[in-house]
């Protein structure tokens, strides 16, 4: 064989392997692509209102070693007192509930700074809450708060709290329309690689996010804020889809 023939043999050799590799490497990674998938997450936000608040609240009173049941007594009238004014507001006494009643001994205070082992006292404390879907009347009665101390009761603080009760309903469709939008980013990612997207693989649902509308303080193992009546509820999904 003249070194002309050897050399085109050579050549088509050559050309042959390149080929038979550039097709088994092409198929290599669209198997590889494929069986891995193309992985994405979805997200969706609604904004809900919330459907049930609650008002809550305390009262302390002072008591020494001698007068400890008078003042036990003082706490029931209270009660009464908070109730009849409560359900004056157009709350149902159902809507109540009355925390039992907590008395934390008061130690004799040492000259300057710490405190001897001998009680002279007690703090009598009692805490209460109001919750109803009728937030109207929850936000009057959050607003009462100079008639309560002219009940004669200083409540040591008060809250107003929101909350939503269709979450478990909700759930389902949020994390639907979720998906959806992962499959959406996983079309716009795999028209750019000449792909297309298959069936899903693999699907991993996230944290649910219940935030004031427009806040960005998520957390890792989810958010519920409760100082809004309206809220933003977020779901996402992580999904994993087949690529063709």
Do not use: C
């Amino acid at each position: 064989m003249d070194k002309n023939r050897l050399a085109l043999v050579a050549a088509i050799i050559v050309v042959a392997l390149a080929l038979f590799f550039g097709l088994w490497l092409h198929g290599s990674e669209m198997s590889s692509r494929a069986s891995s998938g193309l992985t994405v997450t979805g997200s969706v936000k609604k904004l809900v209102d919330s459907d049930l608040a609650k008002w809550s609240s305390s009262y302390t009173l002072k008591a020494d070693t001698r007068n400890l049941k008078n003042v036990m007594e003082q706490s029931e009238q209270n009660t009464d007192k908070l109730k009849n004014f409560i359900t004056k507001l157009g709350l149902a006494e159902t809507d109540i509930t009355f925390l039992p009643v907590q008395t934390n001994p008061i130690y004799e205070q040492l000259p300057g700074y710490g405190y001897t082992q001998n009680i002279i006292g007690y703090n009598v404390y009692r805490e209460f809450y109001v919750q109803s879907k009728d937030i109207d009347k929850i936000e009057t009665l959050a607003k009462q708060y100079k008639d309560i101390i002219d009940l004669g009761i200083i409540p040591d603080y008060q809250r107003t709290e929101y909350f939503y009760t269709g979450l478990a309903d909700l759930r389902p469709a949020l994390f639907a329309d979720a998906t959806k939008d992962a499959q959406n980013r996983a079309d716009a990612i795999a028209r750019g690689t000449g792909a297309k997207v298959g069936s899903i693989l693999s699907a991993k649902t996230g944290v649910i996010q219940i935030l004031p509308p427009n806040s960005l303080d998520i957390a890792d193992y989810g958010a519920y804020d409760l100082s809004t009546k309206q809220k933003e509820v977020t779901a996402t999904i992580t999904a994993t889809f087949q690529l063709k």
